[in-house]
């Protein structure tokens, strides 16, 4: 989208906050609220013509102004006068919070309201909540200096918050942004990068391993191959200096999915890889959805009926056995096995043997 289709896209959004700033300096308050309001309703009934439903989001940008507006008719002396800029700024920090720090992220849907064309995968998403974190802080510490600056004997710190200052707190947090992209550029080049799903397993984007596993929680699929033989279970012990369960057993095989990577090639590329185990013939069991503590991931299940040799790396694995289903269920719950594994044991063990 370029320039001109952007602003195309925005100035719906943003043509009653502006009439409201320019009449309310030309005329003031009162005549800012009507004209803005009048506009808002005209809009908010174009909408319904078009779509036969009321846009909540006119709504709220209506009740915005009226919000403003009224802050600036109740703080009409000269304490309220020189409260007004922090009280307002305060303002859209609250939205941005409510955006950032609950599920009901409202500056991206009216983002989306305005730019109906433009599609936003689940890791824009992600960096945009990112951004808008670091925006949630910058603009509380603004809004409380400008607070606290008006009750001061001397006007110069607050006539400054109150002009240049939010210009200086746009800057900052431009160049901040700037500054880290830069830093994470390169990083980002030599990252794997993996798919996104939907909980359909429809890929929706990609993003890259270190984010994905960075608490950041976006669904990416991963393959899981349980070996079995005579009715026992072959497992893998996580080496000791594993971040994540180290020292614990675990599936013969697990491993996340590459951009471009179909389920199948996955599977047989982390069983050649983990335990050296190729021409083998798999049978899909199910798939689920697993949270843990830093990230979110669709479980493709697999199993296999094969009794070895196995070949693995000694950096990426301790040991590989076969385990029998008794003494699997001795050591069920005492920190022998990963969570994963075991949620996958007792749920499907019927469908393991």
Excluded: C
């Excluded at 800012?32 to 506009?39: C, E, K, P, R, T």
């Excluded at 000694?314 to 269920?329: A, H, Y």
Aim: hydrophobic residues 45%; aromatic residues 12%.
């Amino acid at each position: 989208m370029n320039k001109a289709q952007l602003l195309k896209q925005l100035l719906p959004g943003f043509l009653p906050i502006i009439v409201f700033i320019v009449v309310d300096e030309i005329w003031g308050t009162i005549y800012g609220l009507i004209v803005a309001i009048i506009i808002g309703i005209t809009e908010l009934l174009i909408e319904y013509t078009k779509s036969k439903k009321v846009e909540r989001f006119i709504l709220v940008d209506v009740g915005l102004i009226i919000a403003l507006g009224l802050v600036s008719i109740l703080l009409d002396n000269e304490l309220f006068f020189m409260l007004k800029p922090g009280i307002i700024s305060l303002m859209m920090t609250g939205l941005v919070g409510f955006s950032v720090f609950t599920k009901q992220n409202l500056m991206l849907q009216m983002s989306q309201r305005y730019m109906k064309k433009m599609t936003i995968n689940p890791y824009q998403v992600w960096l945009m909540q990112q951004s808008m974190k670091r925006i949630f802080w910058l603009l509380l510490v603004y809004s409380l200096a400008t607070i606290a600056a008006s009750f001061l004997d001397d006007t110069r710190l607050w006539k400054f918050l109150g002009s240049a200052g939010l210009i200086v707190v746009a800057g900052i947090f431009l160049a901040f942004e700037w500054w880290q992209k830069k830093r994470q550029s390169k990083q980002l080049k030599e990252d794997e990068w993996l798919p996104l799903v939907d909980e359909d397993g429809q890929i929706i984007g990609s993003a890259p391993r270190s984010h994905v596993h960075k608490q950041s929680f976006l669904l990416h699929p991963v393959v899981h191959l349980h070996v079995v033989y005579n009715k026992q279970i072959l497992l893998q012990k996580r080496p000791a200096n594993k971040l994540v369960q180290p020292g614990k057993w675990d599936t013969a095989v697990g491993g996340h999915v590459s951009t471009g990577e179909s389920i199948e090639l996955a599977l047989q590329r982390e069983t050649l890889e983990e335990i050296g185990l190729e021409n083998f013939k798999a049978q899909a069991i199910t798939r689920y959805i697993w949270e843990s503590p830093i990230e979110k991931e669709m479980v493709f299940v697999f199993k296999t009926a094969h009794k070895g040799p196995f070949k693995f790396d000694e950096q990426e694995v301790d040991e590989v056995r076969f385990w029998s289903i008794d003494e699997i269920n001795k050591q069920l719950g005492k920190g022998i096995f990963t969570p994963n594994f075991e949620h996958e044991f007792e749920r499907f063990r019927d469908m393991l043997i």
